[in-house]
């Protein structure tokens, strides 16, 4: 996280005040230049379960979610944001999903905007749905046109650690999600609530882009599949494919269909207006 002192106060008490009682809160402060830091000393002095770690200087966003899951330990990890607010119950229930079905790889809470007074933002609404019952190949294609929500569920570690670790490109989290969705189903636990908050201006695909670009995000550089996005991000979907316990057969087909579809996506992101 960067730069969260306007958030991350409500976000750590609704974190501390889950009703499931073994986790650790591990905070990666990106070299923040506001006064996170303060504020998360003072919880982690307070709790014995919260370990802050600054980093020297602000190394992106990716390398940041990649260090924070490079060192975590246990059964299972979620990558959490400063800004947004939980559910007292969603660790608990997520973590009774993923026990219940072992083969799955995500648990991820019902989701809800907020704006920067937590107010609800009932004009805008993200769906999800669970993929249990799908094949390896069509929860692939339904991570693809769904939203990037689940990324910040809670994720079976031993199915990240098999993955490659988040990269910094436009569309890590799809990346990641879609490797996950390949080795197992993304549950909806719906009696957790996710509160996302909304906080900045809406944005077009260019403007986003142009944030991506700035130095505390670093998620694209001179080399050429970062400066066409898209093209890289499609990249970096296909070694996903090659790299899947799928069929030969299977992964030609879905490597035939995905440029199609990632050029589709991309000409309906740029297409969108703020």
Not at 4 to 23: G, H, K, T
Not at 109 to 126: F, G, L, R, V, Y
Not at 202 to 220: G, N
Not at 242 to 247: Q, Y
Request: contains cysteine.
């Amino acid at each position: 996280m960067f730069n969260e002192d306007r958030f991350i106060r409500s976000a750590l008490e609704a974190l501390v005040n889950q009703d499931y009682d073994n986790f650790e809160i591990n905070i990666y402060d990106n070299c923040s230049t506001d006064n996170t830091q303060s504020i998360c000393q003072e919880f982690s002095d307070k709790y014995s379960f919260i370990k802050y770690i600054r980093q020297p200087k602000n190394i992106g966003a990716a390398e940041n979610f990649k260090y924070a899951q490079e060192n975590a330990t246990g059964k299972y990890f979620m990558w959490v944001a400063g800004h947004d607010l939980w559910s007292d119950n969603l660790i608990t229930e997520c973590v009774s999903a993923l026990e219940s079905n072992p083969t799955a790889t995500i648990s991820f809470a019902t989701s809800n905007w907020i704006d920067e007074h937590s107010s609800p933002i009932n004009s805008k609404q993200s769906g999800w749905a669970d993929t249990r019952g799908l094949s390896p190949i069509a929860r692939f294609h339904f991570c693809l046109w769904g939203n990037m929500h689940p990324i910040l569920g809670l994720i079976r570690l031993q199915s990240l650690s098999e993955s490659k670790p988040v990269q910094s490109v436009i569309g890590a989290d799809l990346v990641v999600l879609s490797e996950l969705s390949l080795k197992g189903d993304f549950i909806h636990a719906q009696s957790a609530k996710w509160s996302r908050r909304h906080f900045r201006e809406d944005e077009s695909y260019r403007q986003r882009v142009k944030r991506y670009k700035s130095k505390s995000y670093s998620l694209l550089d001179k080399r050429i599949g970062n400066t066409f996005p898209a093209l890289n991000l499609a990249v970096e979907l296909m070694k996903v494919v090659m790299r899947a316990d799928l069929t030969i057969v299977i992964k030609t087909i879905t490597l035939l269909v995905l440029l199609p579809t990632m050029t589709l996506k991309y000409l309906t992101s740029v297409g969108q207006t703020p």
